[in-house]
């Protein structure tokens, strides 16, 4: 089935900085989701993407999806200490996910 | 927001012995079911899609006598790892998704299997 690759696969910051991660797929995707997974927890559903070009906003983070709907991206701005976790991705039907993208970040 | 309930949160056994893991829909019923297996700092690897009234759809390399899943209800699937070894110790979660709502997965708490 299809799998969608992410990277990077780790990301240390400082607290304040921004994070980005990003989600590709070599097929076009009817949606993608976003999860959240805190260190020794289970996912947690952020959001779904659905249109070519969509933009979301939830608070700080930004969620896009990409014009040929193969690509998505979730950007943090200015990262607090609660943004630590893994973020996957996972693309249209499949219920495989992305490899992950883990943030650490430093008071 | 929908719930999905999974148990025992952790368990420890002796190798050979046979572990069975619930995963309840709380609040809808949930056709489809998953399991997943996660090894730490690692993603998420699918085992099986459990579908209540049929068999089981494994992914490849997951051994299906080894894990068996019933899905006998519409808010119910058990994984059963049977004659556990210590290279089965990990993280087991389980996940359904809500019907209208698409692909949005919700997820149970988890299940940490330690097999000494």
């Known amino acids: 089935g299809q799998q969608v690759m992410q990277i990077p696969q780790y990301q240390h910051v400082q607290e304040g900085e921004d994070f980005t991660t990003y989600c590709n797929s070599s097929?076009?995707?009817?949606?993608i989701q976003w999860y959240k997974q805190r260190p020794g927890g289970h996912p947690v559903f952020l959001i779904q993407?659905?249109?070519?070009?969509e933009v979301k906003k939830q608070k700080r983070l930004t969620f896009q999806f990409g014009e040929a709907k193969k690509n998505s991206s979730l950007h943090i701005t200015a990262t607090q200490t609660t943004d630590v976790g893994t973020y996957f991705c996972a693309g249209g039907n499949d219920m495989r996910f992305g490899a992950g993208t883990r943030l650490t970040v430093k008071p | 927001g929908a719930v999905v309930s999974q148990h025992p949160s952790r368990v420890i056994c002796k190798s050979g012995t046979s572990v069975k893991i619930e995963c309840r829909s709380l609040?809808?019923?949930?056709?489809?079911m998953f399991w997943y297996r996660q090894f730490p700092k690692k993603s998420l690897m699918l085992m099986a899609t459990s579908n209540e009234g049929s068999k089981a759809t494994y992914e490849q390399g997951v051994e299906k006598d080894k894990f068996l899943i019933n899905h006998a209800s519409l808010t119910l699937s058990t994984l059963t790892v049977t004659s556990a070894h210590p290279e089965d110790s990990s993280f087991y979660i389980c996940?359904?998704?809500?019907?209208?709502?698409?692909?949005?997965?919700?997820f149970g708490a988890g299940t940490r299997l330690s097999v000494l």
């Open positions: 097929t076009t995707l009817s949606n």
């Open positions: 993407l659905v249109k070519s070009g």
């Open positions: 996940s359904a998704r809500r019907p209208g709502a698409k692909n949005i997965q919700y």
């Open positions: 609040d809808f019923q949930a056709t489809t």
